[in-house]
């Protein structure tokens, strides 16, 4: 039984082949999405970011890396119109570290 | 027969760098548990770096570090690849520009995939070693 197992696993292809995402539980503080429409350039996300990623650029929006937040939620909170939010998405794999996908404006 | 061998059963090491909270450091050692189970995927955590064909670095480098952790990155034999986990491997987050900080991993030695996060989940941590390993059989036809 052992042996047909081990010449059966050369023909047959594996049963995973890659990692699982399930999606995130509910509050989970994921990737970041913001609307430059709804944004009215207050800069208390600026004021209050623990790691200093967020930047005002000059026309009054605002400028975020991905690769350097610490994805605390504050900015969330402070925003008065809700035109930050974190998502659930968790999956950022990448081997280009100054890609455009991680830059957000 | 060897290329066989590193592709569907890689070996990793977990080396950490000094300058950080150390979170990523718990979900690395989270990713090796039975939960979320890396052995589906042929991986196993190794101990020793002579052992190592997959490097996984979590961290900033301080400058007490710095010489330690060139040394132990030599001893891992060619060919190997080097995964930066969380966002003080690849940027040094919040402790860039800090009195204690000597710089970020990819200044010392050459880093193939980015796994960002803070910190990031253990499943996002296995599919980054997923990818690395692809990489890897890609090195030793050189």
Redesign the interface.
Known sequence: MGLLKAVMSRALKP??K?????L?PEGFRGKIVYEPEKCIGCGLCVRFC??T?IKMKPNRKILL???????CGTCEEVCPTKCIRLTRE????????KSKE?TVE | MVDLARKKSPWAFHLCAGGGCNGCDIEVVAAEGPKFDPE??GIQFKNSPKHADVIIVTDAITKKNKKAFIEVYNQAPEPKVVVAVG?CA??G??F?GLYGIAGTP?KLIPV???????P??P??I???I??AVE?LGGKREK
């Open positions: 049963f995973t890659s990692e699982k995402m399930p995130a623990p790691s990623t890396n991905l690769t350097e937040c610490c994805y968790y999956n950022l794999v990448t081997t280009n570290k991680l | 589906r995927l966002n690849i940027t987050e919040m860039r990819d193939d995939v980015y796994v960002p996060g803070c990031p989940r499943q996002a296995i599919e980054g997923r990818k990489l």
